[in-house]
């Protein structure tokens, strides 16, 4: 390890920067936390049926994901901070109207629009760490801990919410949980991201087919889980659990999920990138039939904590595999895009499947398009383990 690269582990990112970015992070991506809950809400509301509240939230989803490609390169034009501040304001203004939309049309123009400040906000907090940290990983995981903490009372609550009022009441919460965010979006600061370095071509250089194999590694397995997480709430009715206990066990498990991520911080790469991802992809699977197959309600609970825990591992390994192609960061901005896309198409393609085929169709489909993910990250690592170079041990 050379100095510089030590150096870097240690180094310290400036507090603000570092809290205005997860504040931008965590309203950003607020929906993905939030989606058991919306799509349960929306089904008791207004109330739409599974096709349709899994359409309205990957329109929400697809518009943050496209909104979220699209504005980086318009962020070398204007500051991180004059980005922010008209995309908090667009989505509080939709998050408010969508409190009182009563028809399939009008929440799905207003999800969409929340959807588009959500997507600049969510760029702005990858793009502002890329150009400005001084050790983006460390604040990635700073990231982690904020959705695992922030995912308490929002779990807590949620249910509860959700119960009593239905889509009113999860997206009150949300608009919230973003007023009482916003104020932190000062301080980003107010420059641009044109004015940081850029890489060099030598360092931006990597296979474009391994490239493709994990975007789309990264895509499928997003796609599944948040097909499954989207009707959770569905699946929990069909075990005997009502949205409130569902509410609570996301609760426990997003706590415990804390120590997933904590593991797969510690655990690293120490045994090479195979075996972390080969557990989780198979763990995944057997909880994946777990959740689809057995209506049983202490088996339900079980597989939702296990399925959060495994989440809150599975993230680093993926994008850490699209890092570990370039040190550009390049793959990896376009990981979080694919990560994007695939939660966007994920409840959509759960409410088709589900129409088609119910919820046991939906476990088979999960289990297959998995398994294609799990084949494809494996190509990458065996690729990635064949270029690597000698590992030299370095004392101290």
């Known amino acids: 390890m050379s100095e510089a690269l030590r150096a870097s582990q240690f180094a310290r990112d400036p507090w603000p920067l570092v809290i205005g970015a997860t504040a931008a992070q965590v309203i950003g991506g607020l929906v993905t936390v939030t989606l058991p809950f919306v799509v349960g809400g929306l089904m008791a509301g207004i109330p739409l049926s599974e096709r349709d509240a899994g359409f309205v939230t990957s329109v929400e989803l697809l518009a943050l994901a496209l909104t979220a490609i699209a504005i980086v390169p318009l962020l070398a034009r204007f500051s991180f901070r ?75 609550f949620g249910g509860q919410l959700t119960t009593a009022f239905a889509q009113r009441g999860i997206f009150a919460l949300m608009e919230v949980a973003t007023l009482v965010l916003a104020p932190l979006l000062l301080l980003i600061p107010g420059d641009r991201a044109g004015s940081g370095n850029e890489p060099t071509a030598k360092e931006a250089r ?26 959770t709430t569905p699946l929990g009715e069909r075990a005997g659990v009502g949205t409130d206990a569902i509410g609570y066990t996301l609760t426990v498990g997003t706590v415990i999920g804390v120590g997933g991520a904590a593991a797969a911080t510690a655990l690293n790469v120490r045994w090479g990138r195979m075996i972390p991802i080969s557990g989780f992809f198979v763990a995944f699977t057997l909880d994946v039939l777990a959740l689809c197959f057995w209506r049983d309600s202490i088996v339900f609970i079980v597989a939702l904590v296990a399925a959060t825990v495994i989440f809150y591992f599975s993230v680093p390994y993926m994008f850490g595999l699209a890092a570990a ?47 294609v993910a799990f084949a494809l990250s494996v190509i990458v690592c065996r690729r990635l383990d064949a270029a690597a170079p000698p590992v030299i041990a370095v004392g101290g």
């Open 325 to 371: 192609l370039d040190r550009s960061g390049r793959w990896a901005a376009a990981a979080g895009s694919a990560y994007l896309l695939g939660y966007a198409a994920g409840p959509a393609a759960g409410g088709i499947v589900i129409a088609g085929s119910g919820y046991a169709g939906l476990g088979v489909a999960s289990v297959v398009v998995t398994a």
């Open 206 to 231: 990597t296979s474009p087919v391994l490239g493709v194999l994990t975007l789309a590694a990264i895509g499928l397995y997003l796609v599944v889980s948040a097909g499954i997480y989207a009707f």
């Open 82 to 156: 004059t980005v922010t501040v008209v995309a908090v304001a667009v989505t509080l203004l939709a998050q408010g109207a969508s409190v009182f939309a009563v028809s399939l049309s009008s929440i799905t123009v207003l999800r969409g629009i929340a959807g588009i400040g959500e997507g600049a906000l969510y760029a702005v907090s990858l793009s502002l760490i890329a150009a400005r940290a001084i050790n983006p990983d460390k604040v990635y995981g700073y990231f982690q801990v904020a959705w695992a903490l922030g995912g308490v009372p929002i779990f807590a």
